[in-house]
């Protein structure tokens, strides 16, 4: 099974409305750690939001909220006032493992924001 | 920028051949992970060192090693390269402890096996 899934390839949104890039996670470890990342067509990954397996509320970094439902073992990423900017490619990952020493990502979701 | 080095940006080598991609960790991390990113898709875990040790490792075959130095620096070496391999190289550093470790990545060597 995947241990990542994401299930839209590709998404368009307008400027400045919101939206959700959809996640789902595999792992039988009780401790794990969710991430977003947001890769621009430079190649560099840039780490968005971060969201513990025992965090009780969902993580908000500024525009970034990750809506987080733990018995759907779901991590949807959620952009709001999406901007010019937030056009590249979005990965989910997942950290498991004896050590938090196992990596995971999704196969991303291409987002295109249109003016 | 995250303070991830890589070298070299982008290298070009044939099949059968070997290869070594280097990586300079951000100050004070102590733990440096490697990945492959294959054109369109995600990256993927290749192994992870800690105090110049591999303490974790993906789906990768044997001849894909590595090692990190006393000052956090990792080298990854790639032998016997195949087409397959061509790919975008990431290495990323973090400091050992929960899962909340933030990984800071590097800006990645793009490699080309002809």
């Known amino acids: 099974a995947q241990k990542i899934t994401q299930t839209q390839p590709g998404m368009f949104v307008q400027e400045k409305e919101a939206v959700t890039l959809d996640c789902t996670y595999d792992?039988?470890?009780?401790?794990?750690?969710l991430f977003w990342y947001k890769q621009p067509s430079s190649g560099e990954m840039i780490f968005l939001i971060y969201?513990?397996?025992?965090?009780?509320q969902n993580a908000t970094e500024g525009r970034y909220s990750l809506n987080f439902q733990k018995a759907r073992k779901s991590a949807n990423l959620v952009i709001s006032a999406s901007q010019l900017g937030d056009s590249a490619m979005y990965f989910c990952?997942?950290?498991?493992?004896?050590?938090?020493?196992?990596?995971?990502f999704g196969s991303g979701t291409k987002l295109n924001v249109k003016p | 920028e995250t303070g991830v080095t890589q070298s070299p940006t982008h290298l070009i080598k044939t099949r059968g051949q070997q290869v070594t991609l280097r990586c300079s960790s951000q100050?004070?991390?102590?733990?440096v992970s490697w990945y492959q990113q294959a054109l369109g898709q995600g990256p993927q875990f290749i192994f992870q060192y800690y105090r110049e040790e591999e303490n974790g490792r993906g789906n990768f075959p044997p001849r894909f090693s590595g090692l990190q130095f006393p000052n956090y620096s990792s080298e990854l070496n790639v032998n016997a390269l195949e087409l397959d391999d061509s790919a975008l190289y990431l290495c990323?550093?973090?400091?050992?402890?929960?899962?909340?470790?933030?990984?800071?990545f590097g800006p990645g060597t793009r490699l080309t096996v002809l």
């Open positions: 969201q513990g397996s025992y965090d009780e």
């Open positions: 100050s004070g991390h102590n733990t």
């Open positions: 990323a550093s973090s400091l050992k402890g929960t899962g909340a470790s933030l990984q800071f």
């Open positions: 792992t039988s470890d009780q401790s794990y750690g």
């Open positions: 990952a997942m950290r498991e493992g004896r050590n938090f020493n196992k990596f995971y």
